[in-house]
């Protein structure tokens, strides 16, 4: 079954640390996609991917860069961590517009910046 | 650019009673995707239905949904809900990237 992986689970961060949000996928999906899910503003597009060595501002891209090494492997870096980041953030990956559309998610990475 | 709007953000139901959830959409693209998913608690979201064809009604799980895009809009529906069927319920739109709504929190009381 497709697969999408998110490293680590959790994480407490330093204010002004840098900070790296992990994601892999076994779907040999071309897109991938990173948000961050706080309360009253669901889940926010933060970078996303069309392919390895690409890779788009979201929504919400200020504070956060993003790397697509690879097909599988999808990074979100905050260089300069600010407690404003701490968020549950989500990784997703999915074909683009075919009749079998699923964007599958990872777990989640809780992350705490104090 | 693209965006989602779902007007409630928490929709309380007692048990049996119909369930409609809004979904409104504005994209420029001209053959989006639309999407529902469901997200349980300390869970991740996960795909419930999903439609690109016009006036097709799209069922899964009991619920059902149908693309207009003559009003840009993708309601979720379902006959009677049940107490397992509280959950956030977000919309999503994929034109030229995956876009969501906010998100409804569904409550169903016994």
């Known amino acids: 079954e497709a697969a999408v992986t998110q490293s680590p689970r959790n994480k407490v961060a330093v204010t002004g640390g840098k900070v790296t949000l992990s994601c892999n996928q076994t779907?040999?999906?071309?897109?991938m996609y990173w948000y961050r899910q706080d309360t009253g503003h669901g889940l926010r597009l933060i970078h996303y991917s069309y392919g390895a060595g690409s890779t788009e501002k979201g929504d919400i891209p200020d504070g956060y860069k993003a790397s697509r090494p690879s097909q599988e492997n999808f990074s979100l870096i905050l260089e300069l961590a600010t407690p404003s980041q701490t968020s549950v953030y989500f990784c997703a990956s999915g074909d683009a517009r075919t009749a079998n559309s699923d964007y599958t998610f990872g777990s989640g990475t809780r992350l705490l910046v104090i | 650019g693209d965006s989602v709007t779902q007007t409630e953000g928490l929709v309380t139901l007692t048990e049996g009673l119909p369930v409609m959830l809004n979904c409104t959409y504005q994209?420029?693209?001209?053959?989006?995707?639309l999407f529902w998913y469901v997200q349980h608690l300390n869970e991740s979201p996960r795909l419930l239905l999903k439609s690109f064809t016009d006036n097709k009604r799209t069922e899964h799980q009991g619920f059902h949904a149908t693309l207009h895009k003559s009003s840009s809009s993708f309601h979720l529906q379902k006959s009677s809900a049940q107490l397992s069927d509280s959950a956030l319920y977000y919309c999503?739109?994929?034109?030229?990237?995956?876009?969501f709504g906010t998100g409804t929190s569904l409550l169903v009381d016994p």
């Open positions: 779907n040999n999906h071309n897109n």
């Open positions: 994209t420029i693209y001209s053959n989006p995707f």
């Open positions: 999503a739109l994929m034109g030229y990237k995956l876009t």
